[in-house]
């Protein structure tokens, strides 16, 4: 099976910034390729709302309500997604997903807790 791990979620001010990670291992400590590397979040009350991905090769998609202020990256090596947020909102606080697809298969994560203040 493969796991992924979400971290960095944290308490930051309205406008702060905040820099996501996703690192992704296997069971027996291999793991295949991943493709398409998305992160979504669900605000408290809400939907699952999918707010960027990655390709394996490096091309990018964001939300329009993160476009200009979210970065989406990815380490193929390290076997890491990578999502740089700043200047954030209040209304963005949520729990932050990332989600993989190995072989095929689709992996989510536990989430990280995101809440920004304002």
């Known amino acids: 099976q493969v796991q992924l791990v979400e971290s960095g979620g944290d308490l930051v001010q309205a406008g702060g910034s905040l820099r996501l990670s996703c690192t992704a291992s296997g069971s027996s400590g291999i793991i295949g390729t991943i493709s398409a590397m998305p992160w979504h979040r669900q605000a408290p009350g809400k939907q699952l709302e999918w707010v960027a991905e990655i390709t394996t090769f490096g091309d990018t998609n964001y939300a329009d309500s993160v476009k200009g202020r979210f970065t989406i990256s990815r380490d193929n090596v390290r076997k890491m997604g990578y999502l740089q947020m700043n200047t954030l909102k209040p209304e963005e606080t949520g729990v932050y997903y990332c989600?993989?697809?190995?072989?095929?298969?689709?992996?989510w994560g536990q989430g990280t807790q995101v809440t920004v203040s304002a």
């Open positions: 989600r993989a697809t190995v072989d095929g298969w689709d992996y």
